[in-house]
């Protein structure tokens, strides 16, 4: 038998899925979304890219500036 009320299940749950949004903001991983969301807002009748063709041009643009980077 559990414990937990409704609230507290809810609030751990959004507590989670903040943690699980950081960290995908801090690895990249929602890098494409935003890159699809800033193509569709700023240049409607432009194309965007496929999120192959994104990633390998993030890949390339590393590898030509690494910038700061520990490796």
């Known amino acids: 038998m559990s414990s937990a009320t409704p609230h507290t299940t809810n ?4 507590w989670l899925n ?13 890098a494409y979304n935003d890159y699809v969301a800033h193509r ?6 432009k ?5 192959r063709e994104f990633w390998r041009e993030q890949a390339r643009e590393q590898e030509a500036n690494p910038g700061a980077r520990c490796c």
């Open 11 to 14: 609030a751990v749950l959004a």
């Open 40 to 45: 569709q807002r700023v240049h409607p009748d």
């Open 47 to 51: 194309p965007v890219m496929s999120e």
């Open 18 to 30: 903040g943690i699980r949004r950081l960290l995908r903001g801090m690895l990249g991983a929602n």
